[in-house]
Nanobody
Framework: VQLQASGGGLVQAGGSLRLTCAVS????????RGWFRQAPGKEREFVAA????????RYAGSVKGRFTISRDNVKRTVYLQMNSLKPEDTAVYYC?????????????????WGEGTLVTVSS
């Protein structure tokens, strides 16, 4: 299973970006999906997750109300719509997948990881 994240870039505070994570390979084993981020000098942290069906989502408190996670199972793709971006959202964003129908906020619960895409928010 391979995950490829894209859509990062430089944006001004208050702006928006949409991240995309495409999966290839043995997709039957990829169920719930998640986004995590890692800022310079900090640990990787949970951002958002979505169940296999897409019917259940979870968000970190710092992004709730600003970010939206969604998925298209036909296209095997997960999206992270990020609005009202703040400088503190600057980080490398990683998509992940886990062998479960249910979400998790713990990065240890995810078996498959993409390489990440850099989001930089200027003030």
């Amino acid at each position: 299973v391979q995950l490829q994240a894209s859509g990062g870039g430089l944006v001004q505070a208050g702006g928006s970006l949409r991240l995309t994570c495409a999966v290839s390979g043995r997709t039957f084993s990829t169920y719930a999906r998640g986004w995590f981020r890692q800022a310079p000098g900090k640990e990787r942290e949970f951002v958002a997750a979505i169940s296999r069906s897409g019917g259940y989502t979870r968000y970190a408190g710092s992004v709730k109300g600003r970010f939206t996670i969604s998925r298209d199972n036909v296209k095997r793709t997960v999206y992270l719509q990020m609005n009202s971006l703040k400088p503190e959202d600057t980080a490398v964003y990683y998509c992940a997948a886990r062998d479960s129908e249910n979400t998790s906020t713990d990065l240890r619960g995810y078996k498959y990881w993409g390489e990440g895409t850099l989001v930089t928010v200027s003030s």
